[in-house]
C-alpha cells in the first residue's frame, strides 16, 4: 500500500477516501483498486463504517468522472491528446477506449471501472461526444456505486489477506477486475434468485 495513501486515509478517513478517487478518476496515478480494498480492510478492523465508506468512495468517483466529463465536454480532443500524456493517458489508450465506446456505447461507462486504463477515459470521450448529461449520469453513476461496492466489500472480507487484490492486478493487469466483477454480479443474482424462490 502507498504510503501516501496509507496516512491520507489514516489522517483524513472519509474526505481522504474522497479526495483520492475524486483526483485518481480524472487521470492522477492513484491506485483505485488498491485504495478501495484497504478501506474494506479498514472497515473489517472496525476503524470505519461500510455504509459511510461506501458513499464517500461513491461520491469521490461520481465527482472525478463528472469533473472528466466536464473537461470532454468543454475543451475536446485536441486538450485531451496534449495534455494526457502527462498524467500517463497515452495516444494508445485514447484510441482504444474510443474502439470500445464505439461498440459498447454508454454500458462502457458502467463497466469501464472494472478496466484498468479505460475509466480514466470513458468520461472525456463522453463529453468529447456531447453526451447527453441524464444517460451519462445514470450510467456513471450507478457504474461508480457497483465499482465502490464491490471492492470495498471485497477488502472487508479478505480482511488481513486484503493486500492479494493488489498482488494479483499486478499479475493479471486489467482482466482481474472485471472477473471480480462478472463473479460479484453472479454471487448477488444467485441471492436475489434464492431468496425469491424461498419467499414464493
Known amino acids: 500500500m502507498d504510503p501516501f495513501l496509507s496516512e491520507l486515509i489514516t489522517r483524513y478517513g472519509y474526505i481522504g477516501i474522497f479526495a483520492a478517487l475524486s483526483l485518481g478518476i480524472v487521470g492522477l496515478p492513484i491506485p483505485d483498486e488498491t485504495?478501495?480494498?484497504?478501506?474494506?480492510?479498514?472497515?473489517?478492523?472496525?476503524?470505519?463504517?461500510?455504509?459511510?465508506?461506501?458513499?464517500?468512495?461513491?461520491?469521490?468517483?461520481?465527482?472525478?468522472?463528472?469533473?472528466s466529463y466536464g473537461i470532454g465536454y468543454k475543451l475536446g480532443l485536441p486538450f485531451l491528446r496534449?495534455?494526457?500524456?502527462?498524467?500517463?493517458?497515452?495516444?494508445?489508450?485514447?484510441?482504444r477506449t474510443e474502439r470500445y465506446f464505439k461498440k459498447y456505447g454508454n454500458f462502457l461507462l458502467f463497466i469501464g471501472y472494472f478496466i484498468p486504463g479505460v475509466r480514466h477515459l470513458t468520461a472525456y470521450l463522453a463529453g468529447i461526444a456531447r453526451d447527453d448529461l441524464r444517460k451519462f449520469m445514470i450510467y456513471a453513476y450507478s457504474g461508480a456505486l457497483?465499482?465502490?461496492?464491490?471492492?470495498?466489500?471485497?477488502?472487508?472480507?479478505?480482511?488481513?489477506?486484503?493486500?492479494?487484490?493488489?498482488?494479483?492486478?499486478h499479475r493479471y493487469g486489467r482482466f482481474l477486475p472485471i472477473a471480480l466483477f462478472v463473479i460479484v454480479i453472479g454471487v448477488f443474482l444467485f441471492l436475489h434468485f434464492r431468496r425469491s424462490k424461498v419467499s414464493s
Do not use: D, R
Not at 478492523?45 to 472525478?64: H, P, R
Not at 496534449?82 to 489508450?93: A, D, L, S, V, W
Not at 471492492?151 to 472487508?156: K, L, R, T, V
Open 82 to 95: 496534449k495534455f494526457g500524456p502527462k498524467i500517463h493517458i497515452t495516444t494508445e489508450k485514447i484510441e
Open 146 to 169: 457497483c465499482w465502490s461496492i464491490t471492492f470495498i466489500s471485497i477488502g472487508h472480507e479478505l480482511g488481513e489477506k486484503w493486500f492479494l487484490v493488489e498482488e494479483y492486478i
Open 35 to 67: 485504495l478501495l480494498t484497504y478501506t474494506g480492510y479498514n472497515v473489517f478492523q472496525g476503524k470505519m463504517v461500510y455504509s459511510l465508506a461506501v458513499i464517500s468512495a461513491f461520491l469521490g468517483a461520481a465527482t472525478g468522472i463528472t469533473i
